[in-house]
């Protein structure tokens, strides 16, 4: 990390992930913070949002990921290259959220420098940071659309309104995909009667977006109104992101299992999965689903033993360019040592990591799949539950504002 990048990241506020999290620092900035306090999810007896930004530009907080579920710590981001470096390093990772935080990101860059060059450079930096989740280029195409026609001096305030209202919007997105999709699961409880269980690959959970969650939603919703839901949770190997949903559902008391995620197929074969239900980081105009490693196999396991598949879906997370997603979905490829290396606790209740594979074992680790439409149920919308196919999706399609793909 350079020194420009150490001293950007301006705060870190931490605290046993279990306890009612929150640092003095934390709360001031929260309670300046109006939006922040609408937020729907709480770590402990407090609000939170994944990500807010303080009133008058220039800082961003997020909640650091990477150190959860064990610790939870926020991070002050003060400039597009933290930010570039907090979406690298997965300090915020999920579709919806990377696209916020870039968003953020290109706006704090505008600070500093608002001729075209600046925002390009921006653009480009915040761009590769993660190649294959769609909502990241759709927002920095959103905000740079928004810039493109005023002058310099106007820029900077344009492009922290739109970080922001690109942020509230996604809140609603994935509050209208809960009710939605709670729809599913009431009439699932009403035809079985026992428990609703739900499973669950990767985290498509509230901090995987501003808030609520695209999974999380339905299943937070539902718990609330007294339906009885149990999520068997995938640990979502090598980055363990089924971490970061069993974190979230123990926060909210809903009941969850945490399994290895080869699982799934043997509790299908049981009759122990009534759903299957996944976020997403790209879907294609014909309704092909790109998400986290290991949702194809889902997908195949449910569609053997005749559960249900949905995919939890904001429509910015559409992209409606790309028509064959095996060849123009770019899937990310991570770094060996993410699955060479098991990080955790150790015995002392420190991080520690333990390596499992000698060095000199090859390893592959793309970190995305796709799952083609065939095998989908259906798609759950902010604007509705539809059919995965070029027909259906083309109702969403959105006409007044278009923006470009960077
Ligand atoms: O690599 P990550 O942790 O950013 O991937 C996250 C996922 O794949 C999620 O399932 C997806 O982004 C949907 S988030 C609502």
Redesign the pocket.
Known sequence: MTPELLSALEAVVTHPASASASGAATHRAMHRNRRARIGSMKVGDRHYRSLWADPAPGTVHVIDQARLPHVFETRTIASADAMAEAILA?RV??????GVAAAFGLALAVLRDPSDASIERAVAMLRAT?PT?VNLAWALGRVRDRLARLAPTERAAAAWAEAQMIADEDVALNEAIGRHGLAILEREYKAKRRPVNILT?????WI??VDW???TAPIFMAHDRGIPVHVWVDETRP?N?GLLTAWELASHGVPHTLIVDNAGGHLMQRGQVDLVL????RVTRRGDVC??IGTYLKALAARANGVPFYA?VPTPTIDWGIEDAMREIPI?QRAGDEVRIVRGLDPEGRFAEVTIAPSTTTIANP??DVTPAQLVTALVTEKGVVGASERELAQLKPRPRKATVP
């Not at 690959?201 to 959970?205: F, M, V």
């Not at 996944?278 to 980081?281: L, P, T």
């Open positions: 997965m990772r999920g579709a919806p959220l990377i993660r989740a690959h990767c985290n498509a959970g995987a977006t969650g695209t999974v980055r992101q996944v976020g997403a980081d998400n986290k939890a990310e970190a995305f």
